[in-house]
């Protein structure tokens, strides 16, 4: 069964809901990716209308089917080593914290499906080795974070992983996974992922040297951007660096950190 196509006013229902779960406003433009993520939800559920199926949401019949939806409308496209400048950043870091006895503490705000957290885990693994450190990714999205622990990728998605890297940190699939890679175990369990909503208060995570939080404050508004970049950078050390997206800034947003380059923050 096909749905109906979304109208103006169903549309501005799902524009409410994901406020409501994630703090992010979604912007007229939208309406086709809406209609598009959620569709088969609608076959799924065999309702033909985008109105009866956030009915079907908001009734709470369906145990699951609002995060299932969250999912589905806060995905964001993401790869690896996206933003060379940070991780060349985050190498420095790393080398002034050789020798240090205090881990190094590196948050993933918005991980996706774990592309980020790898790139980090694979730079701090090289200049670190075995020397303490540890890395926190986290994300709205149940589903992603099932793909983030997982660590497997179409091989096309890892154009930007240096070489040697690849060698030592990947394996590349064979047979019925040809053309894919699977990130390491080694490197998967450095890395711990959680379900986090960045919108509410946040858990006791500990305080941390770098936070990666780029390519998810464009989804909210000014309102919420303040209240989420100042629940975050509490958690940044001082002298820790905070990282956004090249498209985003905290001009007026937040006093707490101060640009030391475009897209690159740090905490006095």
Known sequence: MTPDAISDHEFAQFQRFIFEAAGITMAPSKKA??????SKRLQ?????????YFKLLS?????????????????????????????DLLRKVAQEARGRSQSLRVWSAACSTGEEPYSIAMVLADVLADQAWEITATDISTRVLQKARYGHYPMERTGNIPREYLQRFCLKGMDQYAGTLLVQRPLRKRVQFLEMNLNTAL???????????????IYFSTDTKRQVVARVAQLLKPGGYLFIGHSESLNDINNDVAMVAPSI???P
């Open 33 to 38: 990716l809406v209609s598009g993520r959620l």
């Open 44 to 52: 799924h559920h065999r309702v033909k209308s985008y109105g009866d």
């Open 59 to 87: 009734s709470g019949q369906e145990p699951g089917e609002a995060q299932l939806a969250v999912d589905l409308l806060t995905t964001n496209e993401t790869y690896f080593f996206r933003e060379n400048k940070h991780f």
């Open 203 to 217: 858990p006791q995570l500990g305080s941390f040297d770098v936070i990666f939080l780029r390519n998810v404050l």
């Open 265 to 267: 923050y740090r905490k």
